[in-house]
C-alpha cells in the first residue's frame, strides 16, 4: 500500500499496557514529529506527569493481582467495578452519565490533558488516539476531525461523551459488538465505523499476500495427519491455492507465549517450559518467549532458557516499543500458536493464527475472550503443566489448524488501510465479507 509520506497526523495513545500503543504503531509514519504518549512527550507539566505516572501504577498493580493469592481477586474486583461494562441484553439506551464519566471531565477540566493541548495547538491535523481520555479531551475543545481506535470487543461508557448528542469523534471498532455497544450509549451510526483492529501492514501485504503465504505455510505445519484438509480442502484451495505441495523448511511447530505490559502472568511460562521441555530438546518444538520491554519480565524469562538450554527457545524483547512491536511482528511470520491473555491480541486471529489463552484481567478482556471462542479462533488453556500432552492432542486432530482458518475467515484485515482511508481521504467502505476482498 503506497501512502503519501507528506500526510501527517497527530497520533496520541497512553501507556496503560502494550494495547493502546500497539494499535497506533502501524501509523507511526504518518504521526507529525512522533507518537505522542500522555504525560512523556506532550509538553506536560511536572504535576500531571505525576498524575499519569500514578494512574499507570494503579493500572499495573491491578493487572498484576491475579499473580497474587488471595488478595489478588479483591483487586481484580475493585477493577472490574471501575471498568465495568453493562450486560448486553436486554438491549436499551445506556447514554446516561456514569461516575467514570464523570470523574474524566473533572480531571480533564483541572488540567490533566494540558500538555496535550499545548502540543497540538502547534498545527491544525487530523487527531487519531487510541485512549479514551485524549479523544474526550478533544470533544470537550471542540477540535476537528477526531479519530478514536477502541482495542476491545466491548467498552465501558466513559469512552463517549458526557452528553452523546454533542459528539464529534469518529469511532474506530474492531467489530459489530462494539458498534452496537457505542449505539447503546447514544452514539450515532454515522460516528462509527467498523474498520477491525488496525494490524501490521507487514503481516498483512498488499491483496493479503503476506498473509496468505504465511498461513498456508501454517496450515502446513499445525496439519500434520491431513485431517483439516480433508474437512476444508475445497475452501482453502479456493482462497489459498493448492498449500500442500510446497515444501516448508521446518516443520517444527512454533509457540509464543506473550505477557502484557504490566507483566502479568509471566510464571505461565514456567510451566509451559517444563512440560516442553523433551520437545524442545529435540526439536519438535520451538518457543518464543515474548517479553516486552520490562526488565524484570525479561531477567525471568532469560533464567528460564538457562533452566533448560535449548537453542529452540528464544526471549523476544525491545529496548523500547518501536524495537519491541518491531521483533513481535517479525516473530509472527512463523508463529503457528499465540498463547497470550485476552487482550488486543485476540484480533491478531485475523492472521490466521490460533489462539491459546490465559486467564483474563478485567470485564473487557472477559468480553474480548468470548468473542474469540464465540468465532473459534480461539479456546482457553487447559493445564499448561501437560501441554505437551493436550496441545499435541489438538495438532493431532487438525483443531487448531481449524480455529487458525476460522480467524482468518471471520477476523477483520484491514484496519490499518481503512483507517488510512478515512482520515485521509475520507472515503469508507464497509465491508460485509469479512476477507474484505
Not at 478533544?138 to 478514536?148: E, G, H, L
Not at 502479568?264 to 518444538?285: F, M, W
Amino acid at each position: 500500500m503506497s501512502i503519501d509520506q507528506n500526510l501527517k497526523m497527530w497520533v496520541v495513545t497512553a501507556d496503560m499496557g502494550y494495547g493502546h500503543q500497539r494499535a497506533v504503531y502501524p501509523f507511526k509514519h504518518l504521526a507529525e514529529d512522533e507518537i505522542i504518549t500522555l504525560g512523556k512527550n506532550d509538553f506536560s507539566t511536572k504535576q500531571e506527569k505525576k498524575q499519569w505516572k500514578n494512574i499507570l501504577n494503579a493500572y499495573e498493580t491491578f493487572s498484576r493481582a491475579s499473580d497474587v493469592p488471595l488478595i489478588g481477586r479483591n483487586l481484580l474486583s475493585i477493577m472490574d467495578f471501575i471498568l465495568q461494562i453493562p450486560s448486553f441484553y436486554p438491549k436499551r439506551s445506556l447514554s446516561r452519565t456514569t461516575y467514570q464519566v464523570e470523574y474524566l471531565r473533572n480531571k480533564i477540566e483541572k488540567g490533566i490533558c494540558e500538555g496535550l493541548n499545548k502540543k497540538i495547538s502547534q498545527k491544525k491535523l487530523p487527531f487519531l488516539t487510541s485512549f479514551y481520555a485524549p479523544a474526550i479531551f478533544a470533544n470537550m475543545n471542540y477540535i476537528d476531525d477526531i479519530y478514536c481506535i477502541i482495542c476491545d470487543v466491548d467498552v465501558n461508557r466513559v469512552w463517549v461523551p458526557k452528553t452523546p448528542k454533542d459528539n464529534k469523534i469518529n469511532y474506530l471498532v474492531p467489530c459489530e459488538q462494539t458498534a452496537n455497544r457505542l449505539k447503546m450509549y447514544g452514539i450515532n451510526d454515522d460516528k462509527i465505523f467498523i474498520t477491525g483492529f488496525p494490524l501490521p501492514l507487514e503481516l498483512v501485504g498488499d491483496g493479503l499476500s503476506i498473509l496468505k503465504s504465511n498461513l498456508g505455510k501454517r496450515l502446513i505445519r499445525l496439519d500434520a495427519k491431513s485431517k483439516f484438509i480433508n474437512r476444508h480442502h475445497k475452501s482453502v484451495e479456493h482462497l489459498l491455492g493448492n498449500i500442500y505441495p510446497q515444501t516448508v523448511k521446518n516443520k517444527a511447530i512454533t509457540i509464543s507465549y506473550v505477557v502484557g505490559g504490566a507483566g502479568a502472568q509471566k510464571e505461565i511460562a514456567s510451566d509451559i517450559v517444563k512440560s516442553l521441555k523433551e520437545k524442545l530438546v529435540n526439536g519438535n518444538v520451538k518457543l518464543n518467549l515474548i517479553a516486552g520491554i520490562r526488565p524484570e519480565v525479561i531477567s525471568y524469562f532469560e533464567k528460564l532458557n538457562d533452566i533448560i538450554p535449548s537453542a529452540n527457545i528464544e526471549v523476544i524483547c525491545g529496548r523500547n516499543l518501536d524495537d519491541y512491536f518491531s521483533k513481535f511482528n517479525n516473530a509472527l511470520h512463523e508463529t503457528d500458536i499465540l498463547w497470550t491473555k485476552p487482550s488486543e491480541l485476540v484480533f491478531y486471529s485475523a492472521l490466521g493464527i490460533p489462539i491459546i489463552l490465559t486467564p483474563e484481567i478485567g470485564a473487557q478482556e472477559t468480553q474480548n475472550k468470548n468473542w474469540l471462542i464465540k468465532i473459534n479462533a480461539g479456546m482457553e488453556q487447559l493445564n499448561p503443566r501437560y501441554a505437551d500432552e493436550w496441545l499435541f492432542d489438538l495438532l493431532d486432530d487438525g483443531i487448531l489448524a481449524d480455529m487458525a482458518w476460522s480467524g482468518f475467515l471471520k477476523g477483520r484485515k484491514l484496519g490499518t488501510q481503512k483507517i488510512i482511508d478515512l482520515v485521509f481521504n475520507n472515503t469508507f467502505e464497509q465491508s460485509i465479507n469479512p476477507l474484505e476482498m
